[in-house]
């Protein structure tokens, strides 16, 4: 008797699920589309649709004539201000925070330096989300979605390693807030997500390598639809591996890793080396103004190296793991139409025959939209994500 209720409760929470997720996905539907899409019974659509309605997950919209028997069906569609979150995006030089809406939206909100030390940093961070969280009601607050640029236990919540930051072993649940739920993950990786569920490209797509470039280069790695983390959580930190046995020192304690050659600090110490000067208040923005600037010879001499010095990496990537796609976001889905041809080139004349040199590399379509970047956008899906089960 007791499992044939907990099977049907079961039945019940996974149908729930999949018409919010099909709700998630589609801008407008109606109770005929969905019932259509998940292969339910129209009757059980209703019904969810009924109890989604009641807890204000969806609200009813206009009506559509249908053209065959000309009834009405009324349309419905997710309502985003169900539930909102705190999103954080720690930067290695600015931490960004933002708010999520239940679409999976994302806006900003305000920034600030990040501290060296996470003392400092859980201090300021609280500082600027008290009055944001406030004015929340707390029965639609999520709670916090943070983007890491280290290794993450996503299950734990604890920051395991930044190594331009040093910070190691934080457990960000217990220091920053016992009131509300934390929940972490891996820049690259939360630029995956969202670039996932908004490149309309990756739909079909299930082995992506997504290469976020930053201060550092991170990496977001897509297996059969899944992401990859490994068994340490440090999959993906494709940024540390070695390019030039005896190449520069890395924040990581390694020498002559791929960040130290492609990062956008990397590509700057390049620049200053050369004799060039660069505008901008951080690093990115420095890099920025190698290809957004005016100094026409910076800008040849220096994409050329950009490309040369994400292509090396690039090529590993292809040859160690195979992808469909390689993915450029962070600040590296600026870089111009000519850069991505040439790095495509580059990267297809140098991989294995057996990878078909065909690969793809193609920009963020998130960061290109200039808004919020990838990863905040991630962060803003992966709240609703793994809090899934209190919404069904
Ligand atoms: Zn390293």
């Known amino acids: 008797m007791i499992s044939k209720k907990l099977d049907s409760e079961n039945i019940g929470k996974s149908n729930r699920r999949l018409v919010l997720q099909l ?23 209703t019904k969810i649709i009924r109890e989604f309605l009641a807890k204000g997950l ?47 939206t994302a806006s900003a909100l305000t920034s600030f330096n990040t501290p060296s030390s996470f003392e400092e940093f859980s201090k300021a961070l609280l500082e600027k989300t008290d009055e944001i969280v406030r004015r929340i009601p707390k029965h639609k607050f999520l709670g916090y979605s943070i983007s890491v640029p280290g290794m993450v236990d996503v299950e734990e919540s604890k ?13 960000v649940k217990d220091r920053l807030s016992k009131r509300y739920p ?5 820049e690259a990786n939360l630029s995956l997500i969202a670039e996932k569920w908004n490149n309309p490209v990756l739909a079909s797509r299930r082995d992506i390598a997504f290469v976020y470039v930053s201060e550092g280069i991170g990496c977001g790695i897509m297996l059969d639809g899944q992401i990859y983390r490994g068994r340490n959580y440090s999959a993906g930190e494709m940024g540390h591996m070695t390019v030039q046995i005896d190449g520069p020192k890395c924040y990581c304690g390694n020498n002559g890793c791929w960040e130290t050659f492609a990062s956008t600090e990397a590509i700057i110490r390049k620049a200053l080396a050369l004799g060039f000067e660069l505008k901008g208040a951080n690093s990115n923005e420095k890099y920025l103004s190698i290809f957004e600037g005016k100094d026409l010879h910076c800008r040849d001499v220096m994409l050329k190296e950009i490309e040369k010095s994400l292509a090396i990496g690039i090529v590993n990537i292809v040859n160690s793991l195979d992808p469909e796609v390689v993915i450029l976001g962070g600040m590296a889905s600026r870089l111009p139409d000519s850069s991505i041809k040439n790095l495509r080139d580059l990267v297809n004349s140098r991989v294995l025959y057996a990878t ?35 919404f069904v």
């Not at 720690?90 to 708010?99: A, K, L, Q, S, Y």
Request: neutral net charge; contains cysteine; aromatic residues 4%.
């Open 182 to 186: 934390v929940f972490l993950d891996n």
């Open 23 to 45: 709700l998630r996905k589609s801008t407008v539907t109606t109770r005929r589309d969905l019932a259509i899409s998940s292969g339910l019974n129209p009757s059980t659509v």
């Open 159 to 171: 920051i395991v390693y930044v190594p331009h930051l040093d910070w190691k072993d934080v457990s």
């Open 58 to 104: 969806c609200e009813e919209t206009d009506t559509e004539e249908t053209a065959k028997i000309g009834r009405k069906a009324i349309e419905l569609r997710l309502d985003k201000r169900a539930y909102t979150s705190v999103l954080v995006d720690i930067g290695v030089e600015v931490t960004h925070v933002g708010r999520g809406l239940f679409d999976g």
């Open 356 to 390: 078909g040199q065909n690969i793809e590399i193609r920009r963020s379509v998130l960061d290109l939209k200039g808004k919020t970047s990838s990863n905040i956008m991630g962060a803003s899906l992966h709240i609703i994500d793994r809090r899934m089960n209190d």
